[in-house]
């Protein structure tokens, strides 16, 4: 006789997210001197830096106070500092991740990066210049990802192979962080609704 198993019920990220990624901003000194990820740029580095600014909402257009938002990307030769083929090569003052806890009065999020260099995809075209995010927050069972693409590179935009592979190309918007007047770029990012983001199946 084989024996079945109930599937137990699904667990959210909660507020424990904060307490083990981000324990300075939950309130526990002592684990680390500063949150990992809180600080991308560790020197003097090459390329734009800029201020990435944003806040998750959700269907009703609430921003989300307990989210939690980490980005990955190349520096500005478009080369991954944990790749093997790019160290000694991808610059040693850029860590290329970052994590941030968004506000709990506002619901944002910001990070102090550089704009990224082009990748080659697997078929050798280039992509665009983008940061890959990563966000988890109560009431999320698994973690979304998404990308940024940049408002201001509407060439490279044009050519990327995984822009043109969307089928509903009036949704590539969603996924475009867009250029402020003080240099920075904001990206929002909505969970359901008319301007849904673009989440990728990873």
Known sequence: MVKTWKESPSQTAGP???????????GIDGVYPEDLGGSMITGK?????FTLSGAVFDGTGTPLKDAMVEIWQPDAQGLFN?????????????????????????????FETIKPGAVPYVDG???????TFWIVARGINVGLHTRMYFDDEPEANAQDPILSRIEHQSRVPTLMGRKQTDGGYRFDIHLQGDAETIFFDM
């Open 16 to 26: 424990y997210v904060h307490i083990g990624c981000t324990p300075n901003f939950a």
């Open 125 to 131: 075209r280039m992509q665009a210049p983008h940061i």
């Open 82 to 110: 944990a790749a093997h083929e790019d160290r000694g090569k991808a610059d040693k003052n850029f860590t290329g991740w970052g994590r941030c806890a968004c506000d709990m009065t506002t619901g944002e999020f910001s």
């Open 45 to 49: 580095v090459k390329g734009e830096v």
